[in-house]
């Protein structure tokens, strides 16, 4: 697929195809308790995980990932808007800003750990990232996203 523009700092897009911009992007649920969830299709994570991949081989420190945020999360009580990932030094943190988007700051390495978990070995499998102040669960769903509309 080809890739689209986007603003200074952010990992290029995938073109979505005729079904909408929509089909490419992962969704991030939160609630007030317990932790976020990134849930796509099997693709739509591997396709994540080709952006993370081309984002770690670049000397960019920080990018954006938009997660889509139409229809209803319920049961959570909220869609956050997507991924910011910056190339730091020391322990990596993942935290949910006040504007509503997951922060990741991590090292080279732990971005590269967290793009890898992105791949998910199984069928409709989850995973976690372990993290402070919070942790993110990772869902693939084949489902995704036709039993899950509103």
Same mark, same amino acid.
């Given at each position: 697929?080809?890739?689209? @523009?986007?603003?200074?700092?952010?990992?290029?897009?995938?073109? !979505?195809?005729?079904?909408?911009?929509?089909?490419?992007? $992962? %969704?991030?649920?939160?609630?007030?308790?317990?932790?976020? $969830?990134?849930?796509?299709?099997?693709?739509?994570?591997? #396709?994540?995980?080709?952006?993370?991949?081309?984002?770690?081989?670049?000397?960019?420190?920080? !990018?954006?990932?938009?997660?889509?945020?139409?229809?209803?999360?319920?049961?959570?009580?909220?869609?956050?808007?997507?991924?910011?990932? #910056? &190339?730091?030094?020391?322990?990596?943190?993942?935290?949910?800003?006040?504007?509503?988007?997951?922060?990741?700051?991590?090292?080279?390495?732990?971005?590269? %750990?967290?793009?890898?978990?992105?791949?998910? &070995?199984?069928?409709?499998?989850?995973?976690?990232?372990?993290?402070?102040?919070?942790?993110?669960?990772?869902?693939?769903?084949?489902?995704? @996203?036709?039993?899950?509309?509103?």
């Amino acid at each position: 697929m080809p890739l689209v @523009p986007t603003r200074t700092g952010e990992a290029p897009l995938l073109a !979505a195809h005729s079904g909408g911009v929509s089909s490419q992007k $992962m %969704r991030i649920f939160n609630s007030p308790t317990g932790d976020p $969830m990134l849930l796509g299709t099997e693709s739509q994570l591997r #396709a994540l995980h080709a952006r993370f991949d081309a984002f770690t081989k670049s000397s960019e420190v920080d !990018a954006t990932f938009t997660a889509e945020t139409s229809g209803s999360p319920s049961p959570y009580s909220e869609f956050l808007c997507g991924i910011r990932v #910056a &190339k730091t030094i020391g322990e990596p943190r993942l935290s949910i800003s006040s504007d509503r988007w997951l922060e990741l700051s991590a090292s080279q390495e732990d971005v590269c %750990r967290f793009k890898d978990m992105l791949l998910i &070995k199984e069928s409709d499998g989850h995973t976690h990232w372990y993290c402070k102040p919070v942790s993110l669960i990772i869902e693939a769903d084949s489902t995704w @996203p036709c039993h899950h509309e509103s």
